[in-house]
Nanobody, 123 residues
Framework: VQLQASGGGLVQAGGSLRLSCVDP????????VGWFRQAPGKEREFVAG????????IYADSVKGRFIISRDNTKNTVYLQMNSLKPEDTAAYYC?????????????????WGQGTLVTVSS
């Protein structure tokens, strides 16, 4: 495991959570970073991505307008602020460092992954 994701938990629908992804080896400051999620019985899906300098961000349509990805390279940390959470957001959330300087919607674009943090949204 190269990255450390945290911040998951149980929250009611409409609530908020902020996930963090730390790179303890300080190697991803020049790389894009992405967040993905995987619900039970489903494939892992893209959530959000950010470029190395925060100039470019991309989102899945399902979270656009509710989630915000950001990063603080001085802390080797990428965040995912999740607002207006819905029960369908329930999943294990994973962060990953891209092979390039930009985020991507493709799983294959990422080389280092975190262990996942569980988000449960109750109705």
């Amino acid at each position: 495991v190269q990255l450390q994701a945290s911040g998951g938990g149980l929250v009611q629908a409409g609530g908020s959570l902020r996930l963090s992804c730390v790179d303890p080896r300080r190697t991803f400051n020049n790389n894009g970073v992405g967040w993905f999620r995987q619900a039970p019985g489903k494939e892992r899906e893209f959530v959000a991505g950010i470029s190395w300098n925060s100039a470019s961000t991309i989102y899945a349509d399902s979270v656009k307008g509710r989630f915000i990805i950001s990063r603080d390279n001085t802390k080797n940390t990428v965040y995912l602020q999740m607002n207006s959470l819905k029960p369908e957001d329930t999943a294990a959330y994973y962060c990953a460092a891209a092979r390039s300087s930009y985020g991507s919607r493709s799983l294959d674009a990422y080389r280092y992954w975190g262990q996942g943090t569980l988000v449960t949204v109750s109705s």
